[in-house]
């Protein structure tokens, strides 16, 4: 657990870098394939509680649910949350471009800004947005409607473009969060070459 949290984005992330020597966060087609999933589904309303891992480790909520480890498509996703199936309770954890697990267990947010007729799922949306960086999807079982939780805020009913531009905005945090990494480490890669031609 602790060689998880401590390298899973940092050590362990380098095995993983794209040819440019950034680590992809996800890519373009993980974003269509979520929206796609999301907005069929609100179409004939199936619930759906998706969480997209950013910077802060979810390990300890993905560890409570089902292993799936498997590239995210839209048919997956409906697949998953497909009423009566074995996976469709409980929420779906994302990391980079892939589903990691499903049925997973959420903390529920207490905030009494909260309105009281908010249902379990939003209620956890809001709850893993609290404790952590990631963007969590909603997707209601009543009306249809997707909203998104984010750093304790939940906006509903939202349309396809600002859900595209919620996750891209996820997207370009990253990039430069990795940027600025790369270049720290190779300015520290040169001193320390520097010292050595000095030796």
């Given at each position: 657990n602790a060689l998880e949290n401590l390298g899973g984005k940092t050590i362990l992330g380098d095995f993983f870098s794209t040819s440019h020597g950034e680590v992809e966060k996800f890519s373009d087609k993980t974003i269509e394939e979520l929206i796609r999933a999301c907005f069929a589904m609100g179409k004939v309303k199936t619930g759906a509680l998706i969480v997209i891992e950013d910077e802060i480790n979810l390990g300890e909520y993905i560890r409570t649910g089902i292993d799936v480890d498997a590239i995210l498509t839209s048919q997956l996703l409906i697949?998953?949350?497909?009423k009566n199936t074995p996976l469709h309770d409980g929420a779906v954890i994302v990391r980079g471009n892939r589903v990691v697990s499903a049925?997973?267990?959420?903390?529920?947010?207490?905030?009494?800004?909260?309105?009281k007729d908010l249902g379990t799922r939003h209620r956890a949306a809001v709850g893993v947005s609290e404790v952590?960086?990631?963007?969590?999807?909603?997707?209601?079982?009543e009306t249809g409607a997707v909203s998104t939780a984010y750093k304790g805020h939940i906006e509903h009913d939202i349309d396809s473009k600002y859900m595209k531009e919620q996750l891209k905005q996820l997207q370009n945090r990253h990039r430069e969060a990795t940027?600025?990494?790369l270049i720290k480490r190779r300015f520290k890669n040169g001193k320390q070459d520097s010292k050595d031609l000095h030796k």
């Open positions: 697949n998953i949350f497909e049925t997973c267990y959420l903390p529920l947010s207490d905030s009494l800004s909260l309105s952590s960086d990631s963007l969590t999807i909603v997707v209601s079982e940027r600025f990494e």
